[in-house]
């Protein structure tokens, strides 16, 4: 309980701080491209191997994961990875005091993927490079666990899919809600019929994060500020923009939808469906924008409300990101049934009320192990995680689809058998896709 506590407070601060699938593979036109190869593949993880990992992406998340995996049996990190040689010490240090010997330092993850005998990484990247970090390690044969949100947008969100199914790797989202009691039980108690016919769902986070507006300078020489845009927009360097404030600014990140829709929105869908194949909306409408602070440098909205509608089952989805939830916590996803009963659940608890508000008796399902473990059991056992690439690339597309209603000012409506937008409306936004910068390529395959 407290390693699981921890781990919470440790998410919590880091949280206030097409389907064009074309024939055959587009390399990326970068300088070191890499590509599937019989002699780069990394070798498969077998049922009592040694798990070797590497980190792309030092810091934050990505060291947050890297220190959890390494407290297991059989967990090897031997490598790590960054463009700011200012976020590398801390867990070279890590790692150095754990196994008594220095990992291999790169600047560059393409070379690291080069090393066959990694045989996993953990992705703790920025969201904008989410898509290129995932899709070369799937080509170079490793395992994954990526951060959320999983991408960038939708056509990235495909294209991830259908890499890892080309290439056969088993690839876990670090949406560890997953894996935690309280939402466990409260997606079974939903999942088994107690609450009744739910009709609306409604999802909800607290957005605080205020940029202000400083002036550019000239990036570090320790930083490959180039190499960190990647394919992203070109704009100049304002430090406190970078580390940990990128996904406020819609050129590399997804906003408070992004960041925490992905774990909440998620929770609804989950408990909506029968299995990891997820219900998605045939329509979003949203409203908002930088309502707060108009004079904020944020390019995320401060203020968003999105409505989804469903179809079998049919409900309603509310999400909204804003400054005050009177007497519920600042997150949480809500059940509410066609007589009026309601549960609710947050990280750290979850209650199941009658119409009039009194408090329901409920059950926690039995104790599983951890998010991190999950993934490493199935690295050995070749099963699906719990959050699996495909179903999690479902979440994240609803959210993508609640940015883009947003962004184009207009309705979206989805198609689930196609995975792809309907008309025109939402396809002309970052929130779709966006034309990645020279050299950058975003390689594609038919599955």
């Not at 995932?134 to 939708?154: F, Q, R, T, W």
Request: aromatic fraction near 8%; hydrophobic fraction near 40%; charged fraction near 25%.
């Amino acid at each position: 309980m407290g390693t699981e506590m921890t781990r919470r407070a440790f998410l919590e601060r880091s949280a206030c701080q097409t389907m064009a699938l074309g024939a055959g593979l587009a390399v990326a036109g970068s300088v070191l491209p890499v590509q599937a190869s019989s002699t780069r593949r990394a070798r498969r993880v077998g049922p009592n191997d040694r798990i070797v990992l590497g980190l792309i992406g030092c810091g934050g998340m990505g060291g947050f994961n890297m220190r959890t995996l390494m407290n297991k049996p059989d967990i090897e990190v031997a490598a790590v990875c960054d463009v700011d040689e200012a976020r590398m010490p801390g867990d070279i240090k890590a790692v150095e005091e754990k196994y008594g010997r220095r990992p291999r330092v790169y600047r560059d993850y393409r070379k690291m993927l080069e090393n066959k005998d990694i045989n996993a990484v953990i992705i703790g990247t920025p969201d904008h490079w989410h898509a290129l970090n995932l899709i070369h390690a799937c080509e170079a044969g490793m395992d994954v666990y990526c951060e959320k949100p999983i991408s960038h947008n939708i056509v990235e969100a495909n294209a991830m899919v259908a890499a890892a199914r080309r290439f056969g790797r088993i690839v876990q989202v670090g949406t560890w809600q997953r894996s935690s009691q309280e939402f466990l039980s409260a997606v079974n108690y939903i999942r088994s019929g107690k609450l009744g016919r739910i009709v609306l769902v409604r999802a909800w986070k607290t957005d605080y994060a205020r940029m202000g507006r400083r002036p550019a300078t000239t990036p570090p020489a320790s930083f490959d500020y180039d190499m960190w845009i990647g394919p992203a927009a070109r704009v100049p360097y304002v430090p406190e923009y970078t580390h940990g404030n990128w996904r406020w600014f819609l050129n590399f990140g997804c906003g408070m939808t992004g960041d925490w829709g992905v774990h909440m929105m998620d929770i609804g869908l989950l408990a909506m469906s029968r299995s990891n194949d997820l219900v998605m909306p045939v329509e979003v409408s949203a409203y908002g924008g930088k309502l707060a602070w108009p004079d904020d440098a944020r390019t995320a909205p401060d203020t968003h409300i999105a409505i989804m509608r469903f179809k079998n089952p049919d409900f309603v989805l509310h999400w909204e990101t804003g400054r005050d939830y009177p007497g519920r916590p600042d997150h949480g996803t809500e059940f509410v049934s066609e007589d009026g009963r309601t549960l609710t659940v947050w990280r750290g608890g979850w209650k199941v009320r009658s119409a009039d508000g009194k408090e329901l008796p409920r059950e926690d399902v039995p104790g599983v192990s951890d998010h991190w473990q999950n993934w490493v059991d199935c690295m050995r056992s070749r099963q699906q995680p719990r959050s699996d690439l495909a179903s999690m690339a479902q979440t994240t597309i609803v959210c993508h689809l609640a940015n883009a209603a947003l962004l184009a000012g207009a309705p979206v409506r989805w198609d689930k058998a196609k995975m792809d937008i309907v008309g025109s409306a939402g396809k002309n936004t970052l929130a779709y896709q966006r034309e990645y910068r020279k050299p950058w390529k975003l390689p594609v395959y038919r599955v």
